[in-house]
């Protein structure tokens, strides 16, 4: 970061830069030009370099929650500019099309969805003369157990646990049959 002050390249101990129309704003703060720094200067210099149609504000938007065994599309959507194509990158490597991962006019849709899918999203839209990314963190949630499948669950637990009382009390009062019973009562069970 450059930090400027008021008497910088000053011979006479004066200020130099004196901001208008508040001359006690902070100065020297900016990491970079801003868009309105870069017109303000190719007006004055009478430089054509960068035309309106060159810049660039890019949106990375999810469109839905992202549940495990589901799908999800991300969005890259551009403003501006002749845009040559969307660079999509997962945790800073390229993506590319696969059997699970489909891209197409700025969607990525990724079906279906896994825990290893969560990361760091990003999408970059170019023109020829400039380049922006945006961001996005994708979140992958386990799938929740829905009542009908709880429900099976103590089904089969309780048929579990059935068959272990009844194998004990063959055991107990039928040591001779113990065996057949136990055999034809499984057969029974998963038929």
Do not use: H
């Not at 208008?20 to 020297?28: E, H, L, N, R």
């Not at 870069?38 to 309106?52: A, F, M, P, Q, V």
């Not at 999408?123 to 003369?129: D, H, I, R």
């Not at 040591?175 to 034809?184: A, C, E, M, N, V």
Request: charged share 20%; with cysteine.
């Amino acid at each position: 970061m450059f930090l400027c002050f008021r008497d910088t390249f000053s011979k006479n101990g004066q200020p130099t830069l004196v901001p208008k129309p508040d001359s006690s704003a902070p100065i020297g703060t900016a990491r970079r030009m801003s868009r309105n720094d870069i017109t303000r200067i190719n007006r004055l210099y009478k430089c054509n370099e960068t035309d309106e149609t060159d810049v660039l504000s890019v949106r990375l938007a999810i469109q839905s929650t992202a549940i495990e065994g589901e799908s999800v599309i991300l969005q890259c959507s551009g403003a501006g500019g002749n845009q040559n194509g969307v660079t999509w990158r997962k945790d800073g490597l390229v993506l590319t099309q696969g059997p699970r991962i489909t891209v197409a006019e700025g969607l990525l849709e990724i079906s279906p969805l896994e825990q290893g899918d969560e990361g760091d999203y990003s999408c970059t839209l170019a023109t020829e003369a400039t380049a922006e990314t945006a961001t996005a963190t994708l979140t992958v949630y386990y799938k929740c157990l829905t009542l009908g499948g709880l429900i099976g669950i103590v089904i089969a637990c309780f048929i579990v646990l059935g068959a272990l009382c009844i194998s004990i009390w063959l055991l107990v009062t039928q040591r001779r049959y113990f065996y057949l019973y136990f055999f034809y009562f499984w057969i029974y069970v998963f038929k």
